[in-house]
């Protein structure tokens, strides 16, 4: 599929008009077929977008109702067409088909849950004593939509994090300009697409394409942009929370989640979660299981289970149902990860199994025992097939090891004893903790976000639209002085 636009404003579907030639192209990671060829669109065309998008919330209004009827009807369609939708997903980023399955139906959820949300927006009511020469004794607050929401997406889970921020918006009565990583733009346009089948207004979802330092750049310097929800690295999480002075955002960054196997764990469970949690669509999950702690009395039985079930992983073509390790998103990446296997292997761990690129992008699970923790793999985000795992003792040192990270995004903690979960739930440094499950296990419905440079903000239905309305207070003087 090659496709050329760049820009949908207003129901409509435009190529850029640049003369710069500003064209990029993209390919599909597996067998490196030409996706898009893309004109980026010029400065003029971005601020047609977002002047589009202030006059829909300036003139148009979709009642809860409404809302409910359209994001339900998205979410129908996509349970209907998920192996359809899948395949796009797949041939865009390299996602095993049985993974981009599961993604559609999160997607699918999350659209739902966001319906249900759209009439369930309300304030309170109080009677208040009213203050010194003041006359009211009634107060209610409402919630209101922000206004824009500028929804910025990244290629590895392309519609389900776009699920997680357009629905929500949406359902808040808010309007949205769509920016989907370049890679991804095939499934960013069939979701517009869906939304306007189900009946979205012409104006309520505008999408442009482009590089961060070219249209992502426009965007955030345009200030009727009232909220900015991103996910993507550090670094331009930071950039995006620097420039946004007083608008809000919602920032979902990077991690090198941990996971803790203490000595009293159902192994079986914590070995089959956490090779599931470090190997999925080739570790491109921010969390996904990075480092594995594992007591020291279990320790040589878990590596020994964890390690065999690696090797049992089949590699190749994502597009075949049973593959589980397919390619990563480029050689670039691929040559980095290998390259942090190298690090790893020269400062004194041990590869048990993997590290080595297997065919074209796709880098064989690796799995690493007892690395150094200075190194990359422990201290950054690898983004790639590869685990470290590490023995321990002294539940106070490891605490202070999973603390050391610079993220804290959520982590996975298993063992039986409820003593120790609730200790460790509480002292890991976190946005989240998944007790007998592993890190990257998340509840759509349930808020999600983390804490130092893993972001600030909750994603979630529920808790993005607190983020995405504003709270106005109404007094009423309900005293009668006749």
């Known amino acids: 599929m090659t496709t050329t636009i760049s820009v949908h404003c207003n129901g409509k579907d435009t190529v850029s008009k640049s003369d710069d030639n500003n064209t990029l192209e993209f390919f599909n990671?597996?067998?490196?077929?030409?996706?898009?060829?893309?004109?980026?669109?010029?400065?003029?065309?971005?601020?047609?977008v977002i002047t589009n998008s202030v006059e829909t919330f300036e003139k148009k209004r979709l009642t809860p109702q409404e809302r409910y009827e359209i994001l339900s009807k998205a979410a129908e369609i996509l349970k209907e067409r998920k192996r359809e939708v899948a395949k796009v997903i797949s041939k865009d980023n390299g996602k095993p088909i049985k993974d981009a399955e599961t993604e559609v139906m999160r997607a699918h959820i999350t659209f739902q849950l966001?319906?249900?949300e759209a009439r369930k927006i309300n304030g309170y009511t109080e009677e208040i004593a009213p203050p010194v020469h003041a006359d009211y004794s009634l107060g209610i607050t409402i919630r209101e939509p922000v206004g824009v929401v500028c929804a910025i997406t990244p290629f590895n889970f392309p519609l389900a994090l776009a699920a997680h921020k357009i629905g929500p918006a949406i359902a808040a009565g808010n309007t949205v300009i769509f920016k989907p990583s370049e890679q991804t733009t095939n499934t960013g346009q069939l979701l517009v697409d869906i939304l306007h089948e189900s009946g979205l207004p012409d104006g309520f979802l505008n999408m442009v394409v482009g590089r961060g330092n070219t249209v992502g750049e426009t965007l955030l310097q345009d200030e009727r942009i009232n909220f900015y929800t991103f996910?993507?690295?550090a670094r331009v999480g930071e950039y995006i929370k620097s420039k946004a002075g007083f608008r809000r955002v919602a920032l979902e960054l990077g991690s090198n989640a941990p996971n803790i196997v203490h000595h009293d764990a159902d192994l079986d469970l914590a070995v089959n979660s956490l090779v599931k949690a470090a190997f999925s669509y080739s570790g491109q999950v921010c969390i996904s299981a990075q480092r594995i702690y594992v007591h020291s009395k279990i320790f040589n039985k878990f590596v020994e289970k964890f390690t065999h079930l690696t090797?049992?992983?089949?590699?190749?073509n994502p597009l075949e149902d049973a593959t589980d390790i397919g390619p990563v998103i480029n050689k670039a990446n691929a040559d980095r990860i290998v390259s942090?296997?190298?690090e790893a292997r020269e400062s004194g761990a041990e590869?048990?199994?993997?590290?080595?690129?297997?065919d074209g992008n796709v880098v064989e699970p690796t799995v690493v025992v007892n690395p150094n923790p200075s190194i990359k793999l422990m201290c950054e985000e690898v983004f790639g097939p590869v685990v470290s795992i590490n023995s321990y003792d002294c539940i106070d040192d490891l605490i202070t090891s999973v603390n050391a990270s610079k993220y804290g995004l959520q982590a996975g903690v298993f063992t039986r004893d409820i003593h120790t979960a609730i200790n460790l739930a509480r002292k890991i440094h976190v946005g989240g903790v998944n007790i007998n499950n592993a890190s990257i296990s998340r509840a759509d419905s349930m808020p999600y976000g983390g804490v130092k440079q893993s972001g600030v903000g909750r994603e979630g239905p529920r808790a993005a639209i607190e983020d995405m309305t504003e709270v106005k207070v109404i007094t009423f003087n309900t005293i009668n002085n006749q």
């Open 311 to 316: 090797k049992d992983l089949k590699l190749g």
């Open 231 to 233: 996910t993507g690295s």
């Open 114 to 116: 966001s319906a249900e």
């Open 29 to 48: 990671p597996w067998n490196n077929e030409k996706l898009i060829t893309l004109i980026e669109p010029t400065q003029e065309e971005v601020k047609n």
């Open 351 to 358: 590869i048990l199994h993997g590290g080595r690129i297997f």
């Open 340 to 342: 942090w296997i190298d």
